[in-house]
Structure formats: structure tokens, C-alpha cells
């Protein structure tokens, strides 16, 4: 049987694979990806940038807790013990610039880890205040 002239230009490649099958194969191209992107350090780019945002979010809430205690009165020593509040802030700020300069996927969520560390701030600071309010008192 001689073969046409159309079906020589077609090529069999075989049975069709389903669509999972190709989502499979792609996941599994942008999981290597992925790894082979995680293998290197981050760019002083990256790290300066998270330094930015980390002051750029520490900055108002010293610079506020600093006016408000100025603002009720607090003594000296007061607004110091009220700038120690602060300081379990610093720290998470500091771990996360560190954790992610070596890991960039090490603190997806630190966003939300900031406005939890800024409410315990917000606690200690409350604290703080009540405790002077009770040594203003005697």
C-alpha cells in the first residue's frame, strides 16, 4: 500500500498523555527550580532590602512609644525601663534578618510575626505603665 503524500508529513508520537501527566512533569521542573534557587546565599541586595522594611517598621513604634512617655510625664528612668519593652522586638527583627540572609525561605510570614511581637510590646508596655501607675500611687 503506497503511502500518500498527507500522511508522510504527519509524525506518530503516540497516545496522547492526560492533562496530569503534564502538570506532574511541571511541577516537578519548577521544584528543581525552586531547590537550585534556594542553594545560593542571598544577595546583599535582598539583605538590604529586609534591613529597609525592618527599619522602616521599628522606627515609628520606637519613636511613638518615646513621644508617649515623654508626652504622660514618665521620668527618665521610666521611659528607659519603657524602651527595655522594645527590646524582644529588636531581637525577632534581628533573627529574622539573620535566618533569611542565610535561608530566604525561613521566614515567609514575617509580617505577621512582627504584628505579633509588636502586640507582646504593646502587652509589656501595658504592663509597664500599670506598674507605674502603682508606684505613683504609694
Wanted: proline share 5%.
Amino acid at each position: 500500500m503506497p503511502i500518500s503524500r498527507s500522511t508522510r508529513n504527519h509524525i506518530a508520537v503516540g497516545p496522547a498523555h492526560p492533562a496530569w501527566a503534564l502538570g506532574l512533569w511541571l511541577s516537578q521542573a519548577n521544584a528543581a527550580t525552586y531547590e537550585e534557587l534556594m542553594r545560593k546565599p542571598a544577595a546583599v541586595g535582598d539583605v538590604a532590602v529586609m534591613v529597609l522594611s525592618m527599619t522602616l517598621l521599628f522606627a515609628p513604634i520606637w519613636f511613638g512609644m518615646l513621644k508617649a512617655t515623654r508626652r504622660l510625664g514618665w521620668s527618665k528612668g521610666w521611659r528607659n525601663a519603657a524602651m527595655l519593652c522594645l527590646a524582644p522586638m529588636a531581637i525577632v527583627m534581628l533573627r529574622i534578618i539573620t535566618d533569611t540572609a542565610g535561608d530566604m525561605t525561613s521566614h515567609n510570614l514575617w509580617p505577621i510575626e512582627i504584628v505579633l511581637q509588636a502586640a507582646v510590646v504593646l502587652l509589656l508596655f501595658a504592663g509597664l505603665a500599670f506598674v507605674r501607675f502603682l508606684a505613683m500611687r504609694r
